[in-house]
Nanobody
Framework: QVQLLESGGGLVQAGGSLKLSCAASGRTFSTYAMGWFRQAPGKERERVAAISGGGGSLRYLDSVKGRFTISRDNAKNTVYLQMNSLKPEDSAVYYC???????????WGQGTQVTVSS
């Protein structure tokens, strides 16, 4: 069982930056792939970024490439999402997730709201 707790969301103006953090419980954090997902009202949830357990494999949603960076610190059981050049369309609830593979997430956090004003 893995428990995930996101933090770092908030309100920011377009062009600004935010850094999300997700702290995970458990001793096997480094064995899990981690991902950041988002869901805006009336829209389907989409994967924003993902990273393999060792950090060597990364995935990004096309619309965030070059603006967002996912990283992890296995010593701290934490995964991060640095978001730069934010746009109003990035506004959503952002969720952290963990799974045995990048394409298979099993555990989910409660989410943190990100709002980008124009």
């Amino acid at each position: 069982q893995v428990q995930l707790l996101e933090s770092g969301g908030g309100l920011v103006q377009a062009g600004g930056s935010l850094k999300l953090s997700c702290a995970a419980s458990g001793r096997t954090f480094s064995t899990y792939a981690m991902g950041w997902f988002r869901q805006a009202p009336g829209k389907e949830r989409e994967r924003v970024a993902a990273i393999s357990g060792g950090g060597g494999s990364l995935r990004y949603l096309d619309s965030v490439k070059g603006r967002f960076t996912i990283s992890r610190d296995n010593a701290k059981n934490t995964v991060y999402l640095q978001m730069n050049s934010l746009k109003p369309e990035d506004s959503a609830v952002y969720y952290c997730a963990a799974g045995v593979m990048i394409t298979s997430m099993t555990y989910w956090g409660q989410g943190t709201q990100v709002t980008v004003s124009s």
